[in-house]
Antibody, heavy 120, light 108 residues
Framework: QVQLVQSGAEVKKPGASVKVSCKASGYTFIGYYIHWVRQAPGQGLEWMGWINPNSGVTNYAQKFQGWVTLTRDTSIGTTYMELNRLRSDDTAVYYC?????????????WGQGTLVTVSS | SYELTQPPSVSVSPGQTARITCSAA??????AYWYQQKPGQAPVLVIY???ERPSGIPERFSGSSSGTTVTLTISGVQAEDEADYYC???????????FGGGTKLTVL
């Protein structure tokens, strides 16, 4: 079935980096953008950016430019989100989501989420 | 920065109709999307392109648009509809995605 499976929870110290993976299955990987969204504890959803798996072109929210990097490996149908210079307020669940062109790029499939905890 | 404005909370009794609004200037030009999120779960798409419903989403969920405001309507609310609901759209250029702050729907 169509799904996105993310890597497991991470605990990092302030100033470190984290790299979360998102593996797609059940559909043509290069046909759909992958977006990354985070949610701090008890807070709302925050869009971080997208990657076009076909071309590798990326687009980041202004807040995250220069701070987050999205990449992909087409050979294994996986996208990655790397966030640098972590701070305690980066503690959040990070989601990947598929944007579907036929639905106006709606996020119709989501990963299960990856909890990243930043603590000294 | 661009924002979508939602009410923080809406409460309804079972069987009643819940309406959740989302407002922003760019909604006059950009499509809106709605997601349902239950505690500990990933969001689920319930409405796309203002008023389209994905397969598997109950017919009691509907969306509408009027000018700079979009509305998610849940007719005949059931206890299982209690959740947080987020609207999503793009800025006026279509370059950046934005989410509303979320609305907690309580079924009394």
């Amino acid at each position: 079935q169509v799904q996105l499976v993310q890597s497991g929870a991470e605990v990092k110290k302030p100033g470190a980096s984290v790299k979360v993976s998102c593996k797609a299955s059940g559909y043509t990987f290069i046909g759909y953008y992958i977006h990354w969204v985070r949610q701090a504890p008890g807070q709302g959803l925050e869009w971080m950016g997208w990657i076009n798996p076909n071309s590798g072109v990326t687009n980041y929210a202004q807040k995250f430019q220069g701070w987050v990097t999205l990449t992909r490996d087409t050979s294994i149908g996986t996208t990655y989100m790397e966030l640098n210079r972590l701070r305690s307020d980066d503690t959040a669940v990070y989601y990947c989501a598929r944007g579907t062109p036929s639905r106006g790029d709606a996020f119709d499939i989501w990963g299960q989420g990856t909890l990243v905890t930043v603590s000294s | 920065s661009y924002e979508l404005t939602q009410p923080p909370s809406v409460s309804v009794s079972p069987g009643q109709t819940a309406r959740i609004t989302c407002s922003a200037a760019a909604l006059a030009k950009q499509f809106a999307y709605w997601y349902q999120q239950k505690p500990g779960q990933a969001p689920v798409l319930v409405i796309y392109k203002d008023n389209e419903r994905p397969s598997g989403i109950p017919e009691r969920f509907s969306g509408s648009s009027s000018g700079t405001t979009v509305t998610l309507t849940i007719s005949g609310v059931q206890a299982e509809d209690e959740a947080d609901y987020y609207c999503q759209s793009a800025d006026s250029t279509g370059s950046y995605v934005v989410f509303g702050g979320g609305t907690k729907l309580t079924v009394l």
